[in-house]
């Protein structure tokens, strides 16, 4: 039973399509997040949702929409896709919403090449 | 994060001991947390320190200096599947770019 799934797990595409990446957990928490890693291996937060409410939001190109369901899923649609979007995006999961103790689980990852 | 810096990169021999060092610049100070990154996998939570001191975990241990906004990863015993990326973040949830550790036989 995997806790954090994400799917799918390799993306290739070309430039200016529009993809979706989808997320759950199986966890009980009550915050999703999806975080970009780079080439560099620089892992960046971009999106955190708290029982399905927008609490963080990075500066991210609006091409990148999350959209949460319900506590348990968190999906990532980008738009008119670029060279720079190339890069293994994780979804995470934590009990709460980030005062403390927050403990994030990591799905997989999400490997994005763009053409 | 910008707020956070790490070495890059740290090599060490099997057995022996390495230390990971992190210091953070975090307004509102609520916890430092350190995770492993194995090469093309998920990072995996390791420690959380939030009180001044050394928090030991079996070979991994974490210590924390709040005053001087310092923290470091303590790796004993060191075995090869100890390479990985070492990510220091804080509370804000905000990584450190990572300390790649490689063990050599």
């Known amino acids: 039973d995997t806790a954090v799934s994400q799917t799918p797990k390799y993306l290739v595409t070309q430039m200016g399509n529009d993809k979706s990446i989808k997320c759950e957990q199986n966890?009980?928490?009550?915050?999703m997040y999806w975080y970009k890693q780079d080439s560099k291996k620089f892992l960046k937060i971009m999106f955190s949702?708290?029982?399905?409410?927008?609490?963080i939001n990075e500066t991210v190109p609006n091409r990148f929409s999350p959209k949460s369901p319900d506590k348990a899923h968190l999906n990532l649609h980008i738009n008119s896709l670029e060279l720079g979007d190339s890069a293994v995006y994780f979804c995470?999961?934590?009990?709460?919403?980030?005062?403390?103790?927050?403990?994030?689980?990591f799905g997989a990852g999400s490997r994005l090449t763009v053409l | 994060g910008q707020n956070i810096d790490q070495p890059t990169e740290m090599t060490a021999t099997e057995g022996a001991i390495v230390q990971i060092n992190c210091t953070y610049q975090?307004?509102?100070?609520?916890?430092l947390f350190w995770y492993q990154q194995h090469a093309g996998e998920a990072p995996t939570f390791l420690s959380y320190?939030?009180?001044?001191g050394l928090e030991e975990k079996g070979r991994f241990s974490s210590f924390l200096s709040r005053s001087k906004g310092y923290s470091y990863l303590l790796l004993k015993e060191l075995q090869m599947k100890d390479s990985a990326s070492y990510l220091c973040?804080?509370?804000?949830?905000?990584f450190g770019a990572g300390t790649t550790v490689t063990v050599r036989a």
């Open positions: 995470a999961s934590s009990q709460d919403a980030g005062s403390g103790a927050n403990v994030l689980t």
């Open positions: 966890l009980g928490h009550d915050t």
């Open positions: 949702y708290n029982n399905k409410e927008l609490i």
């Open positions: 975090t307004s509102g100070f609520n916890g």
């Open positions: 320190n939030v009180l001044d």
């Open positions: 973040a804080d509370y804000k949830l905000s």
